[in-house]
């Protein structure tokens, strides 16, 4: 190379190649906004990348002649990098019905195509055990809530998640949560931190459509930013997608929700990674074999160490504050929450799924357990879920449970329990 300086180098560098092969060059760029996302919180530093990615990428377009194909990805599209405003002639396929597919297995494929590993799987699942064989409907069932759902255009078909199907078969049908660990970025976790994004906010989450696929760069370097500008963020990095929502759609909205169980218990991951300190993650596994048990009391007694574990400055007077930390300290110890889950006539806080016992649970916030336990007799709660337990040997259990924000609690100061067999 003759030139000095990476903009004048890559200028060359297309020339050069097109004056020796005589071919159209083709340029692949892979996460071209890493140098943005690196250096949000540095004061100047993002405006001096995109000042220099500026100029970068207008060699591009100065050199469209010379080129055959660009093909360009990253998680967001920022408004004011050059990328997007003077090089206009590069084609969004981002939300395009054609693409929507392209990147993931449709249903039709995963089952066509991993029939054996499918038929293995069964096998593998079942333990050789004669007297517990699940059927194929059903192993087919829990494979879509693990790892289905990504919908990349408003109502197209959904799609596997093609990494964590790998990593299910070649890990001997094991169900695990296998995307969290592909990566995720970290200024992900400081801005969930610095605006106090609890799960509640992320439930019924929408994003207009008139800013949905755009926003400034500056817009991540302030202290506080707008909550859709976080939806965007946890669309474009795969934690939310879209959802079927017509309401939505008449005002000019797209609603959102996570695209599966896997994508759901990562996000409850990365509250954990902003809101607890590592050292209260040692009791999660007692407070899981104690809601197993049915024991009660021991799991209550260990949620409130794991509380304790948090300090001050971190803790919101919020109950939705204390409701995430519930709900990702139960996800983390495997068990399986349903948050907000809806009845005919309300919405439950929590429901908590361990072995033979369901735990319906309804959350206050400096006021009592008894009025969260009048609440669950009120809208009779467990109603929905009798016929699942009856003749099962299941147990439910109300659980009513309030929250204080005084300063010398900061943790459940009372709770209440009554047991349907």
């Known amino acids: 190379m003759d030139e000095e300086g990476p903009v004048h180098m890559f200028r060359e560098l297309i020339a050069t190649l097109y004056e020796k ?19 949000l919180s540095d004061k100047d530093r993002p405006e001096q990348f995109r000042t220099f990615m500026d100029s970068f990428y207008q060699i591009i377009k100065g050199s469209e002649h010379l080129l055959r194909f660009v093909f360009i990805t990253g ?15 590069l084609d969004d396929i981002s939300l395009n019905e054609d693409y929507a597919c392209m990147l993931g297995y449709t249903q039709e494929e995963f089952q066509n195509n991993f029939s054996e590993l499918i038929e293995n799987a069964k096998e593998m699942v079942s333990g050789g ?3 517990f064989s699940l059927g194929r409907d059903q192993l087919l069932s829990d494979i879509k809530r693990w790892y289905d759902g990504f919908v990349f255009c408003p109502g197209s078909e959904s799609v596997y998640n093609p990494v964590s199907v790998g990593q299910f078969f070649k890990n001997n049908a094991k169900f695990s949560n296998y995307w969290f660990s592909t990566g995720t970025p970290t ?23 008139s800013s949905f696929s755009m926003f400034d760069i500056a ?9 859709d500008r976080i939806y965007q963020l946890l669309f474009q990095t795969g934690y939310l997608t879209f959802s079927d929502d017509p309401k939505a759609s008449m005002i000019g909205k797209y609603a959102m929700r996570f695209p599966n169980y896997e994508v759901e218990s990562s996000f409850s991951e990365l509250l954990i990674d902003a809101y ?17 048990q049915g024991n009660t009391e021991e799991m209550i007694c260990h949620m409130k160490t794991y509380i304790s574990d948090i300090p001050t400055t971190l803790h919101i007077g919020r109950e939705s504050y204390f409701h995430t930390i519930v709900h990702c300290m139960l996800k983390d ?10 009845t005919n006539i309300g919405r439950i806080d929590g429901v908590l799924w361990a072995e033979n016992h369901i735990y319906v649970m309804e959350f206050k916030l400096d006021k009592s357990s008894g009025e969260a336990m009048s609440q669950i007799d009120a809208k009779n709660y467990i109603q929905k879920f009798i016929p699942l337990t009856y003749g099962r040997g299941m147990t439910i259990h109300k659980l009513a449970i309030n929250f204080s924000t005084d300063e010398n609690v900061h943790n459940i100061s009372d709770w209440k329990e009554e047991i349907v067999h």
């Open 333 to 342: 110890a495997g068990l399986r929450i349903d948050s907000e889950s809806l």
């Open 187 to 209: 200024f992900l976790v400081k801005l969930l931190k610095r605006n106090s994004l609890m799960l509640s906010d992320i439930a019924g989450a929408k994003i207009s459509k």
């Open 75 to 89: 998680i967001t599209k920022f408004s004011k990098v050059s990328i997007f405003s003077k090089l206009n002639n």
């Open 276 to 292: 607890v300190p590592f050292s209260a993650i040692s009791v999660i596994d007692k407070v899981r074999d104690a809601a197993e």
């Open 21 to 39: 092969t005589g071919l159209g060059v083709v340029i692949l760029v892979d996460e071209y906004d890493k140098p943005l996302l690196d250096h």
């Open 219 to 227: 817009d991540l370097a302030e202290n506080l930013i707008r909550n």
């Open 129 to 131: 055990n004669d007297n």
